[in-house]
């Protein structure tokens, strides 16, 4: 089947954009490079599309201790008070990306939402394969709900957000606290853009991806190498998110785009909360591709579905569960 030439079809501003991003990356990455030097370069690329965006009443660097080791964490307070807490799991196909390459990300989603974007600095692939990273998150935000009152947040009230790898990553930790450590009440919404969720193949893959967003069949390949031992790691629940059981999910704003080969895989999603009848919303954003919400310093779209995720999350009760025995299973140094 042949690609579909997405140069030819996305927006102008989308234009715009990758032309800047050509203009940035120049002489960063090359053919035979470490994955050492990928990250760096991913590090320098993203210092551009992080400068400006919303100023935070207070930000905080923690780190907390897991059966891993110490994992970092990024608190970002949009308000006084005692906050909701959404938990921020960044993109990067699971080998890449840190606090600092999603940091205008988490501003925007916290200034939006008005709740504690707390960001996880979970340990990389391959130096961590799966499940470790997933392991890691879990631990996190078990200890940060646990001790919620020393951060000034409220651990009764917790979310999950992520792009790309890392809205894979919110499903499967939230799947890993709900079915392995029966820890996973309390949990208000889902805030995914543009994640993979598992799809091996489907229309979408076949036809979009390219040099333009890193994810041509050969580079997304090479993440999922990376990232498991074995095939079958390809087909785990907390993996392969629609292996779950996916009954009585918390709701999710589900944001795609429309020139991505994970195009398929979050309308999969949507489809799977409609037949459940589960609150969600699903938006695909026209002329767009994968990993545009980095892009917020020259694209209104990537401005705008932040908002859109901030309005739903604001749209759903907050829960009430209480914390007083949630300390059973709960991994404390």
Known sequence: MKRIDVPSLWSEQMGTVVAKQNEISAGLYAPG?????????????RKFWNEGGPQMRATRQAYISTSHGEVG???????EGTLPIIFYIHGGGFALGNLDTHDRICR?????????????????SPEAKFPQAI??????????????CEFDLNGADISFA?????ANMSLGTYLFLR????????????LLYYGWFGLKDSVSIRLYGGVWDGLTPEDFSMYKRLYI???????????NIFNADLDGLPPAYICAAEFDPLLDDSTLLARVYERQGITHEIEV?????????????????????????????????????????????????
């Open 108 to 124: 925007n989603i916290a200034d939006e939402s008005g709740a504690a974007v707390v960001a996880i600095d979970y340990t990389l």
């Open 179 to 190: 079915d392995v450590m029966n820890d996973a009440g309390g949990v208000r919404c889902f």
């Open 229 to 239: 031992t074995t095939e079958a790691d390809l087909d785990s629940p907390y993996l």
């Open 135 to 148: 392991e890691e998150c879990a631990q996190v935000v078990q200890h940060v709900r646990v001790r919620a």
């Open 73 to 79: 964490i990024r608190i970002y307070r949009p308000a």
């Open 162 to 166: 992520g792009d790309s790898g890392g």
């Open 33 to 45: 490079q470490t994955l050492a030097q990928m990250r760096e370069g991913y590090l320098t690329e």
């Open 285 to 333: 954003v026209p002329g767009v591709i994968h990993a545009f919400l980095h892009h917020g310093r020259m694209l209104d779209e990537a401005r705008q579905v932040m908002a859109h995720g901030g309005a739903f999350f604001n749209s759903i009760p907050s829960p009430t569960n209480n914390l007083e025995s949630r300390t059973n299973g709960f991994f404390i140094d």
